[in-house]
């Protein structure tokens, strides 16, 4: 007698089948000739009309067919699913046209002079081959990097407090947390113009801007570093102490490195965060247009003043290409960052 071994075959029964994907094309089409002919008719015209009523055909076209196919339960699921398609068409559509416009604007006003020249011996309204953005970039990239100097440990330790001390003061730190988290940018530098610039320096610099942005990064690093504190299981905590060692040399050989990933990717979000910033960094850092290497002396400029003067200053198509090219290079510096950052946590995921 002989025994033969019987392998099931995997499925998919969540995976659409050729007929329903078909039906689901065959709505889309009916929808989209619906919702021209219904802006062509009606006195609803323009790109948002057609828009939202190719949703609205859209739902009805779905409703009705898997009420007929697989009845009320199914048809009311395919409502949801359409409207959640909406939200994130909504939510979606925007970002990529933002993108999209800066990219085609942008590339104009790009060429190899820009990353090596500044302006100093040129206007916003001079061809654009005179002058470039590298006092800009240079600037921006000494305020962000004294800015982390200085708002690291403090959120940094914050977070630790907050997560592994929970003393009295938890509460009320975090309240502050999270309340600045939501203070306009301008507040921070109006505090620092006020409280710095005007009483001690009475001079713009670098290093006030960075002070400004260190304002801003505190809260986006604290609150991050603190959820990312918060995953790590008590489990370790408790080995590191049951083998005798303290809380902090716990915190410090034992939880910390296990989150070091988490704590790159929350600097990476912090950076990104003051990256753009435009009001605290035009009230406290004088805005200089020659390249400025020093942040205690002297006006510095940045990406985000050198976009806002090319704009306010200009009118002319050369600076407009100037603006649009600052543009440019600010949001691809900000996508890297986000890139680095989602890269980081992938990897730490798979971990």
Known sequence: MSSETLMPNPSRPWLATPKERFITLRNLLLSAVSSYLIVLITPMKGKLPLFFMFFFSLIFLSFLTQYRAKGKAAAQDSILTVVSVLAMSIAVVPILSIVGTVVARGYQGLHWSMFTQDMSQATVNDPIETGGILHAILGTTIMVSIALIISLPIAL????????????????????????????????????????????????SGLMGSLALAILMIPTVARTAEEVLLLIPNDLREAGLALGATQWRTV????????????????????????????????VSGGGDATNLNPLEGPMGSIPYYVWKSFLLGGTEESSHRTWAGLLILLIWVLLLFGVARLISARAGKR
Do not use: W
């Open 252 to 283: 410090a050989m034992v939880v910390v490195p296990a989150v070091k990933s988490g704590l790159i990717t929350a600097v990476i979000l912090g950076i990104a965060r003051i990256i753009g910033e435009t009001a605290p960094v035009l009230l």
């Open 157 to 204: 330790l914050t977070a630790l407090y907050l997560t592994e001390i929970k003393g009295r003061l938890s509460t009320p730190i975090r309240f502050l947390v999270q309340a600045m988290s939501g203070v306009p940018s301008i507040v921070a530098g109006l505090f620092i113009l006020s409280s710095i610039v005007y009483p001690i320096t009475q001079a713009y």
